[in-house]
Nanobody
Framework: QVQLVESGGGLVQAGGSMRLSCAAS????????MGWFRQAPGKEREFVAA????????NYAGSVKGRFTISRDNAKNTVYLQMNSLKPEDTAVYCC?????????????????WGQGTQVTVSS
């Protein structure tokens, strides 16, 4: 069992930046690929970014590429999402997730463990 706890959400103006953190416990963090997903009201959960077990590979959704950066610190059992140039359409609940694979995956069904999520609101 892996427990994931997100932090760092809140309210920010359009064009601003925010960094989300996701602290993991319970299993060997470095065995898992990690991902960030988001869900806006009335919409499906969507993939945002993923990172391989050692941080050597990353993937991004087209809508965030060039603005968001995913990273991880295996010594701290933490994955981060740095979000720059935020837009109102980035408003959503952001969740981190852990997949029992060393490689990146964009498929939410490959992720076994999920955090509760943190709200990010971008005002115009």
């Amino acid at each position: 069992q892996v427990q994931l706890v997100e932090s760092g959400g809140g309210l920010v103006q359009a064009g601003g930046s925010m960094r989300l953190s996701c602290a993991a416990s319970g299993h060997t963090f470095s065995n898992y690929a990690m991902g960030w997903f988001r869900q806006a009201p009335g919409k499906e959960r969507e993939f945002v970014a993923a990172i391989s077990y050692n941080g050597g590979a990353t993937n991004y959704a087209g809508s965030v590429k060039g603005r968001f950066t995913i990273s991880r610190d295996n010594a701290k059992n933490t994955v981060y999402l740095q979000m720059n140039s935020l837009k109102p359409e980035d408003t959503a609940v952001y969740c981190c997730a852990a997949a029992p694979t060393p490689l990146t995956t964009m498929n939410r069904y490959n992720y076994r463990y999920w955090g509760q999520g943190t709200q990010v609101t971008v005002s115009s």
